[in-house]
């Protein structure tokens, strides 16, 4: 597995600082261009919203050596 530790776009952090309207709206704007930016797609899944993280939380968990996961919270 490959991990890339890269910064986003200095133009994608800028615009998400100076993002306006309510945070829904923000929020969906910064998504937009993180996933355009890598080629993402957004899809919306219902439940209890845990579903993104816990995917990205397992890939992460996935790429740590062993004895650096010891004391880390679950779910």
């Known amino acids: 597995m ?4 890269d910064n986003l776009p200095d133009f ?3 615009a998400a600082r100076e993002a306006k309207g309510n945070f829904a709206t923000r929020n969906a ?5 993180v996933c355009m930016h890598l ?3 957004w ?3 219902a439940g ?3 579903c993104f993280f816990a995917a990205v939380s397992t890939s992460l968990l996935a790429t740590l050596p062993a004895n650096r996961t010891e004391n ?3 779910e």
């Open 2 to 5: 490959n991990v890339f530790d």
């Open 39 to 41: 080629g993402l797609r």
């Open 43 to 45: 899809q919306s899944i």
């Open 48 to 50: 209890a919203g845990n």
């Open 29 to 33: 704007s910064y998504r937009r261009a």
């Open 72 to 74: 880390l919270v679950g």
């Open 12 to 14: 994608i952090v800028q």
